[in-house]
């Protein structure tokens, strides 16, 4: 009876120690596996305490007989691996805690650590089998990512673009003159472009005439039919230093900056209010009047026309910025990530990819950087986390493990065969 315990344990050893090589050349097989989490195997022994219907010894001992070894748990490693920039600006990794979030082609949610996304021909976000990726939209009307609703499939469409804004500030930095004779030989003339509400580029001229010491006029015209018309004229007051005092007569504060709305008979709306900037919110002026050439050393409006789509890019929190041919750097959507209270209780599904289970519990599901997220890193993949040393040292191990119980097997089978000889 022994005999064919010890038979049977020894093939309980081959067993376990084979699936114990198959957990180890999975983990080598997926060495460039984007995402790859190992796995290890632990044993654990089976124990029988039958002896003859004897099970303890006269000193109340337990008398106890191993029946062999079987597989107490296959683990897989969550541990958090290193990253391989890719260039590619949809390409994300998860540093922390987290998982992207998934939606496969027959429905369902499904997680990855592999962010290896593109936009399929609709402009969804897609993990490379297709699964839709999960998050949160920008919001037409307001023009930011909402992350209080529900998450949705991401959509980026490859048309996308960034609207037109009318020109509402503008501001010129500019030195007059203070040597300068009254009259129309002292007059400086700055053009500058704005935009109107169609996005389409106009011009403003801002003319200064001396008219007196310390005292300028300016004229802003704009286009109107062929003939250009007067949008807004006032009156420069310095004072004895050179610095700007007063604003059509009004103390030169921000609140006195002038104001005019141009129509540009174009069509475009003409009720666009736009501030001539001649104070900084600051207070600072944007005007002196030294003894130098009248010059303008700067300009700035706020205006701009329709653009297109240039590229991409991911920040920490995963949210995709679209950067647009007008030079506008606008959120187009925000990836969600997801975490659980037992990693190791998801189901594996294939393709990079888990599904919860009772185990794992339900998932967590939020922006990153928030509630033990971590971060996501742009233009980066996390590689797999399996050490080929240690590998290679648990093969070896595994390897001898088999021969021991192969040893074990072969050698029951000769004292069989010995006791099978003995009635000849």
Do not use: C, H
């Not at 501001?171 to 500058?192: F, M, Q």
């Not at 472009?193 to 004229?219: E, F, H, M």
Request: neutral net charge; proline residues 4%; charged residues 5%.
């Amino acid at each position: 009876m022994s005999l064919f315990s010890a038979f049977y344990s020894g093939l309980s050893g081959l067993a376990t120690n084979a699936n114990a090589l198959n957990v180890i050349g999975n983990n080598l097989s997926n060495l460039n596996t984007v995402g790859y989490k190992g796995s290890s195997t632990t044993f654990r022994d089976i124990f029988s305490t039958s002896l003859g219907g004897v099970s303890t010894q006269g000193n109340g001992n337990p008398i106890q007989f191993g029946l062999g070894v079987q597989i107490n748990s296959v683990a897989q490693d969550f541990s958090q691996s290193s990253f391989q920039s890719t260039g590619n600006s949809l390409d994300m990794a998860v540093q922390g805690a987290g998982f992207f979030v998934l939606q496969p082609l027959g429905g369902g949610q499904t997680f990855t650590r592999a962010g290896n996304f593109n936009r399929n021909n609709n402009g969804f976000l897609v993990a490379a089998n297709g699964a839709n990726v999960m998050g949160w939209g920008r919001d037409p009307v307001t023009g930011l990512v909402n992350t209080s609703t529900a998450i949705a499939p991401i959509q980026i469409s490859n048309g996308a673009t960034s609207s037109a804004f009318a020109t509402q500030n503008f501001r010129l930095g500019v030195n007059l003159n203070a040597a300068s004779a009254t009259g129309a030989s002292s007059v400086l003339t700055t053009p500058i472009q704005v935009y109107d509400s169609q996005g389409n580029p106009q011009n403003l001229i801002v003319t200064y005439t001396k008219t007196a010491a310390n005292t300028w006029d300016y004229t802003v015209t704009g286009p109107a039919l062929a003939t250009p018309v007067p949008l807004s004229t006032g009156t420069l007051v310095f004072s004895a230093s050179g610095t700007l005092a007063t604003i059509n007569g009004l103390p030169a504060t921000l609140a006195n900056n002038p104001t005019f709305t141009p129509n540009w008979n174009n069509g475009t709306n003409p009720g666009v209010l736009t501030t001539f900037n001649i104070i900084n919110p600051d207070g600072s002026s944007n005007f002196t009047q030294y003894s130098a050439p009248s010059g303008t050393s700067s300009s700035y409006q706020d205006g701009y026309g329709a653009g297109t789509l240039r590229d991409l890019t991911v920040d920490q929190n995963g949210i995709i910025t679209g950067s647009f041919t007008n030079g506008q750097v606008i959120p187009l959507g925000q990836v969600a990530l997801a975490t659980f209270n037992n990693n190791n209780g998801l189901i594996q599904q294939g393709n990079n990819q888990w599904s919860q289970s009772l185990a794992s519990g339900s998932p967590t599901i939020g922006v990153a950087n928030s509630g033990g997220r971590g971060g996501v890193l742009g233009a980066n993949l996390e590689l797999a986390n399996v050490d080929i040393a240690s590998e290679f040292t648990k093969l070896i191990l595994s390897q001898r493990g088999y021969q021991a119980n192969g040893k074990i097997v072969t050698t029951t089978d000769q004292l069989l065969q010995e006791t099978l000889n003995l009635k000849q």
